[in-house]
């Protein structure tokens, strides 16, 4: 019960903006919507996080719509390096617990 | 600082046996969680353990259980070895204080069941 939806794979040139959907319309008040990544053969890695106002950091920028039913992440200058599973996760405030879904595979090309 | 370490990295057991895998936090975190992840059901949450206690739990069987010691450090223990246990197990730390704590992961123990 992952409770987002995001996009089974995604390809995007090496030095543009990569922009991966996700949807999480039964969101509720107190759920933040996280993004973690996965490259191969290595553990997740804690991208980015945001409750309702856009975010960004040195990795990525975090764009959730006024209804919160859905979110962007934007990769702004993807590199090779990017090609990953990205997972966009709610996640309640009480609870220490990810729910990973099944992600977006991100594929960079040169 | 050093990143999660987890130990060992691979490890090959037969069906019947029980296995333990061990996971270091990152110093002065608190939190420990552990994840299954099989190319077939992803990746899903075990447990958490908050200085020695545990303070969540997924929904696997009895049969997965875990601990965590004084020093934060955490195993996990699974007995009775099935082969659809055969699973790459990822541990994450967190600082714990807070729930919005970033959970760092480690490189997993890929556990492969024969």
């Known amino acids: 019960d992952a409770k987002t939806t995001q996009p089974p794979s995604m390809d995007c040139a090496e030095g543009r903006a990569a922009n991966l959907p996700c949807n999480h319309s039964?969101?509720?008040?107190?759920?933040?919507v996280y993004w973690y990544r996965q490259i191969h053969s290595q553990g997740p890695q804690y991208i980015i996080h945001?409750?309702?106002n856009n975010e960004t950091n040195e990795m990525a920028s975090l764009i959730i719509t006024e209804d919160r039913k859905s979110s962007t992440l934007i990769l702004p200058h993807a590199t090779l390096r990017d090609t990953a599973v990205y997972y966009c996760?709610?996640?309640?405030?009480?609870?220490?617990?990810?729910?990973f879904g099944t992600g977006t595979r991100l594929t960079i090309i040169p | 600082k050093a990143g999660v370490t987890q130990t060992p990295r691979y490890l090959i057991k037969t069906r019947g046996q029980q296995v333990t895998l061990s996971c270091s936090p990152i110093?002065?975190?608190?939190?420990v969680s552990w994840y299954q992840q099989t190319p077939g059901q992803g990746l899903q949450f075990l447990f958490e353990?908050?200085?020695?206690?545990?303070?969540n739990k997924g929904n696997f069987p009895g049969r997965f259980s875990g601990r965590q010691f004084s020093n934060s450090r955490s195993e996990m223990n699974v007995s009775t070895l099935e082969l659809g246990d055969s699973a790459l197990y990822l541990c994450?730390?967190?600082?714990?204080?807070?729930?919005?704590?970033?959970?760092?992961f480690g490189p997993g123990t890929r556990l492969t069941v024969t």
């Open positions: 039964t969101i509720s008040g107190n759920e933040y």
């Open positions: 353990y908050f200085s020695e206690t545990q303070r």
């Open positions: 994450a730390s967190s600082l714990g204080g807070s729930v919005l704590d970033e959970q760092y």
């Open positions: 110093s002065g975190h608190r939190s």
């Open positions: 945001g409750l309702k």
């Open positions: 996760i709610v996640r309640p405030r009480s609870n220490e617990k990810l729910t």
